[in-house]
Each structure stands twice: as structure tokens, then as C-alpha cells.
Nanobody
Framework: QFRLVESGGGLVQSGGSLRLSCVAS????????IGWFRQSPGKEREPVSC?????????SMLDSVKGRFTISRDDAKNTAYLQMNSLKPEDAGIYYC????????????????????WGQGTEVTVSS
């Protein structure tokens, strides 16, 4: 069974940090691009970051998180990460990881419709 499981969310004060993990099972993450998306109450789901499975992986970041968030992957562990520093209240939401089978980087990675598998999400709350 193909599965993605996120963890690492929680409550943090503004300026704090969290590290989200996304563990894949049932498939080889190395064959997939990874995307992190978030959805806040009343807002549409938006892309936060994505990383291709090229070597080295190409990365795209949402402008508002550049310099604060870092996406990475450890294919040996079948796991992707999103390190989030200097968190702001507007970063709060449900964070989802997704996997898309791909050969190389594509601008389409920014679109949620291309992804084949999704996790259940992990909630991030940032207090001001």
C-alpha cells in the first residue's frame, strides 16, 4: 500500500522552529518529486516548497518562506523534510506532503494536481 505519513507539527511561538517529516512506504521515494503544501482556515491549499529527484535536487520555494524554510530529502530513509524557522502566525495551517513520479524537474511540481500520493497532513499552530 502506497502511503505518506507526515509528522512534526505542533504548537510553537512566533519565531520558533519546527521540522516536519514525511515518510514514504510502499514505494521508492527516490523516483518521486516531493511537494509540501499547506492549507489555512478559509484559504485554498497553497504550495510551500518542492524538490525534484534529480541529483542534486532542484528546489522551489514560496516567496514568503524563502530564507526561513528548507526542504530536503533523504532517499535512503525514504523520507522528506521541511525545516521551518522563524515561524510566523501566518505560517499556521495543515501541512501536507505529496509525491509525484518524475524523471526531472518541472514547473508543474508547483501544482497540486500533478501529485500521485498525499499524506494526511500535520497541523502547525503559531502563537503570536
Amino acid at each position: 500500500q502506497f502511503r505518506l505519513v507526515e509528522s512534526g507539527g505542533g504548537l510553537v511561538q512566533s519565531g520558533g522552529s519546527l521540522r516536519l517529516s514525511c515518510v514514504a512506504s510502499g514505494f521508492t521515494l527516490a523516483n518521486y518529486a516531493i511537494g509540501w503544501f499547506r492549507q489555512s482556515p478559509g484559504k485554498e491549499r497553497e504550495p510551500v516548497s518542492c524538490i525534484s529527484n534529480d541529483d542534486p535536487g532542484r528546489i522551489s520555494m514560496l516567496d514568503s518562506v524563502k530564507g526561513r524554510f528548507t526542504i530536503s530529502r533523504d532517499d535512503a530513509k525514504n523520507t522528506a523534510y521541511l525545516q521551518m524557522n522563524s515561524l510566523k502566525p501566518e505560517d499556521a495551517g495543515i501541512y501536507y506532503c505529496a509525491a509525484h513520479r518524475a524523471q526531472t524537474f518541472s514547473n508543474a511540481f508547483w501544482k497540486d494536481l500533478v501529485y500521485d500520493y498525499w499524506g494526511q497532513g500535520t497541523e502547525v499552530t503559531v502563537s503570536s
